[in-house]
């Protein structure tokens, strides 16, 4: 029996009947960012290896490892959320293919030194180090939102070099960051081949954007339909339903 600390919950991870999560309101509980991620990245079915960097409770590798039978790292800075992860773990009985560290994604590639991955997915803090009296009280939100542990520029290179020649990185970040993460990419030898625009329903601004990279690879962005969240009359489109009940 996995044990709940302080005011954590169980929650099913949405249609996934065979997972669930640990959840808390007041440390970490995933967004919509984790599962539409989760649904746009490539994944390697069979064959390769998945890094997950800012992977909070390990909600991604949840998600993904319903896709895919390869081994899956998640990476977490936060103790308690790293906890959480391991916790998360044990609950799925996902042992054998899911594995959970504690560390900053900016040590990682010296970590692994050689040995590269298929698939380096990142949920990161989007928003730039405001004054330390703008930070967020809660310090988990904090860290979780804003760059105190690591810039754009920390995680890109990140991916990069933890991605093997041909292996993809796939991001979920905000619309207005565009043209830093696609310079950002270019710099660190990821060629941006895929992206996605989601907005809140039709009318609106995007305010998520959904980025695919290939590590080496040759110029050529597709870019894909938009993606509206919810109908006029407030309810989920046909699309995130499907995605919410995993497609």
């Given at each position: ?19 669930r999560i ?105 928003f730039p ?119």
């Amino acid at each position: 029996m996995v044990q709940l600390k302080d005011d954590e919950r169980i929650d099913d991870l949405l249609a996934k009947e065979d997972r669930r999560i640990i959840q808390s309101p007041s440390a970490f509980a995933f967004s919509l960012d984790a599962v539409l991620l989760a649904d746009f990245t490539y994944v390697p079915k069979t064959r390769g290896k998945i890094l997950d960097l800012c992977t909070g409770n390990g909600v991604i590798p949840l998600f993904l490892s319903t896709r895919s039978s390869v081994p899956i790292t998640g990476v977490e800075i936060q103790e308690r959320l790293h906890d959480m992860a391991v916790r998360n773990v044990e609950l799925n009985g996902l042992d054998d293919q899911l594995q959970m560290i504690h560390g900053d994604l900016k040590e990682m590639p010296a970590y692994y030194g050689n040995n590269k991955f298929d698939l380096v997915t990142c949920n990161p803090p989007y928003f730039p180090t405001p004054k330390s009296d703008e930070h967020n009280l809660n310090e988990y939100l904090a860290v979780a939102r804003h760059e105190i542990h690591c810039t754009l520029e920390d995680v890109v290179s990140a991916c990069s070099r933890l991605a093997k020649s041909g292996g993809k990185v796939s991001m979920v970040h905000r619309p207005d960051r565009l043209v830093e993460i696609i310079e950002r990419f270019r710099a660190h030898k990821l060629e941006p081949k895929r992206m996605r625009l989601v907005y809140p329903k039709e009318g609106k601004e995007a305010n998520i954007l959904l980025i695919e990279g290939v590590r080496d690879g040759r110029p050529g962005l597709k870019i894909l339909p938009p993606l509206c969240a919810l109908q006029e009359s407030g309810g989920y489109t046909d699309e995130l339903k499907e995605i919410l009940n995993g497609r």
